[in-house]
Each structure stands twice: as structure tokens, then as C-alpha cells.
């Protein structure tokens, strides 16, 4: 399926360990999380000149949609360009990569030469920049622990220390001053899958008794971002 379901929970300390416990032995750790269980993702997100994602997220819009670019571990071998699209409660993501020197332009605010071979989906960013003043808005950084289940294309996310900043033009550094977006002991459990969910993995994650979201992390990070204000 393009379109996958997509839930997810406000859990805390307590909530989001005993999460860990129960499915650590059910499921396995994503590959990608290598030897430490858990990596750092960082995401700049865009926005229109009228804050258009932001409030469509606010009012529950549907369909919408958001660009972002994003690295892991603050390595900038991999760097994607990514479009996250919501509909009818369901989600996908199309991805593209970028060159460094491409997404150091893009972290500028400034558009990219015109060129028809590049994948449609970085075009589709051109445009819209030009046509709807898109640009960069604010980063969102978080540490993540990721299982996979074969059965329904199932992934669990466990999200902790989620956190904005405004310093978009240091979005490939290091490190960065940023704003923890969440109350002191509060995480995000998201759960992604196809056609089902096995029942198995509901069961033991007790989903029934946990507080479910709808508010997206880039959200927050506008909300509560270090000017505390839309730009």
C-alpha cells in the first residue's frame, strides 16, 4: 500500500518503558538502529507564506501535506528530501536525495536552477517555492528507537528529547541551540502499519490505555519553537 495507517500516543517515562520491555523480545530492532537500538533524527521543515501546514494541521485539514529534509545522526552522507502526505487518516512519504551543496541552498531560503532532469519530487519543492513562497520554517530534532515487524509492514517508534530550533541556517552542524517541545517526562509512541495491525503487538502495547494524538511533532515545534511565536 502507498498509504499506510499511522497512530500515535503521548506516553511517559514509566509508560514508554514499559512499551520497550514488552515488545523488545517480539519484535526486532530496525536495522538501521545499529549496535546502540537508537539513532538522532533532524528534519527542516517548510512552510508556505501563509503557515498554511501549520494550520491545516491545527484544523485537521484533509488531504495535506509537508516538505522536509532530513538526516540521521547529524551525517550529512544521506541527506533526503521528503514529502509527508495525510489523507483520510492515512499516511505516505516520498523521498529523494539531495547533494550537500543542494541542501545547504535550500537551508538559505533559496531556490534551486531550474532543471528538468532532477527527481520529480525536488520540482514539485522548486515550484512551490516560487508559486507559494515555501521555505524553510523550523527544525525538528529527536532521539528515536525503531522495531519492525514483517507482519503488516509494522513499525514502532519510540521518540524521546523532541525538541525545535529556529537556527535553520545550522541545520547541517553538529550540534544547535534547541527548545524541548514536550512536557519534562513525555515521549511519542507511533505505530505505522499496512492492512492490520497484529493483534499481538496492540495486546502488549495496551494502545486502548494510552492518551492518542493528532498533532504532528513539526506542530509543536512551530508552537513552541525558541521565538515561541510563527514566523
Known amino acids: 500500500m502507498d498509504y499506510r495507517h499511522e497512530l500515535k500516543y503521548i506516553v511517559t517515562e514509566k509508560e514508554m518503558a514499559l512499551a520497550k520491555g514488552r515488545i523488545h523480545g517480539l519484535v526486532s530492532l530496525d536495522v538501521h538502529a545499529e549496535e546502540a537500538g537508537i539513532y538522532r533524527i533532524r528534519s527542516l521543515y517548510f512552510d508556505d507564506w501563509w503557515n498554511n501546514c501549520y494550520l491545516e494541521n491545527e484544523t485537521g485539514t484533509d488531504p495535506r501535506e509537508k516538505f522536509r529534509i532530513r538526516i ?33 541552498t535550500l537551508m538559505t531560503g533559496r531556490m534551486l536552477p531550474v532543471n528538468g532532469n532532477d527527481p520529480p519530487l525536488l520540482q514539485k519543492l522548486n515550484l512551490l517555492m516560487r508559486t507559494r513562497f515555501l521555505r524553510p520554517r523550523v527544525i525538528v530534532e529527536y532521539d528515536r528507537i525503531p522495531f519492525a515487524e514483517r507482519l503488516g509492514n509494522t513499525r514502532i517508534t519510540l521518540d524521546r528529547n523532541i525538541a525545535s530550533s529556529d537556527a535553520l541556517l545550522r541545520f547541517l552542524d553538529p550540534e544547535l541551540p534547541r527548545r524541548p517541545i514536550m512536557a519534562a517526562g513525555q515521549h511519542i509512541l507511533e505505530v505505522k502499519y499496512d492492512e492490520f495491525l497484529p493483534d499481538y503487538i496492540y495486546q502488549n502495547l495496551q494502545l486502548n490505555t494510552l492518551r492518542q494524538t493528532a498533532f504532528s511533532k513539526y506542530y509543536l515545534c512551530r508552537r513552541y519553537s525558541l521565538k515561541g511565536n510563527l514566523k
Open 72 to 104: 540521521y545522526n547529524g551525517s550529512k552522507e544521506q541527506i533526503h528530501l521528503e514529502l509527508k502526505q495525510k489523507e483520510h487518516g492515512m499516511t505516505r512519504k516520498l523521498s529523494c536525495r539531495l547533494t550537500e551543496e543542494q541542501c545547504r
